[in-house]
T-cell receptor
């Protein structure tokens, strides 16, 4: 079974631009979560989608948004990029039905550099 | 107090030794616990999950959970240089949100 895929793997943008990242979950998984990872802050939860609905949201400004499609693929968008948005953006998929034994599996990540 | 706490390290152990990584969590309602390994520049990779008090073994890895004391640990036996990585502890309350610690960097010295 194929794992979680993310595209693109690397991005270089300038301040003020916007960016869209894509994530395809493991086949059969309906939940997609997004995380931002920086050296100083560790893994920070952005949001989680299930069946095209956002179920959970972290403490990030409105410049960070996401969506999920009917095939469970998800995109996240960052508008008006700031230097501090430079990070590794990770997508994780899980079955999505909750419960104590649900497990997340991570994609390879998209490394974003904002100049 | 952070929800999930880990010592950032680095934890240095000689090759062949046992590496012990610890994690404490604050929410007593936490139900599931995970250890991920993350090599530099790579994404986290699931190593172990544990749900009940006690030990769970998988090869050279043993996860230990003590809900009364609110800690979970990971033991790596016969540590190898290839085990050098950052180990992330994650906790789930049975919801759709996972809380991660900031990770412990492990260095296995050849």
């Amino acid at each position: 079974k194929a794992g979680v895929t993310q595209t693109p793997r690397y991005l270089i943008k300038t301040r003020g631009q916007q960016v869209t990242l894509s994530c395809s979950p493991i086949s059969g998984h309906r939940s997609v979560s997004w995380y931002q990872q920086t050296p100083g802050q560790g893994l920070q939860f952005l949001f989680e989608y299930f069946s095209e609905t956002q179920r959970n949201k972290g403490n990030f400004p409105g410049r960070f948004s996401g969506r999920q499609f009917s095939n469970s693929r998800s995109e996240m968008n960052v508008s008006t990029l700031e230097l501090g948005d430079s990070a590794l953006y990770l997508c994780a998929s899980s079955l999505g039905f909750g419960g104590a034994r649900e497990t997340q599996y991570f994609g390879p990540g998209t490394r974003l550099l904002v100049l | 107090q952070k929800e999930v706490e880990q010592n950032s390290g680095p934890l240095s152990v000689p090759e062949g030794a046992i590496a012990s990584l610890n994690c404490t969590y604050s929410d007593r309602g936490s139900q599931s616990f995970f250890w991920y390994r993350q090599y530099s520049g790579k994404s986290p990779e699931l190593i172990m999950s544990i749900y009940s008090n006690g030990d769970k073994e998988d090869g050279r890895f043993t996860a230990q959970l003590n809900k009364a004391s609110q800690y979970v640990s990971l033991l790596i036996r016969d540590s190898q240089p290839s085990d050098s990585a950052t180990y992330l502890c994650a906790v789930n309350r049975g919801t759709y949100k996972y809380i991660f610690g900031t990770g412990t960097r492990l260095k296995v010295l050849a």
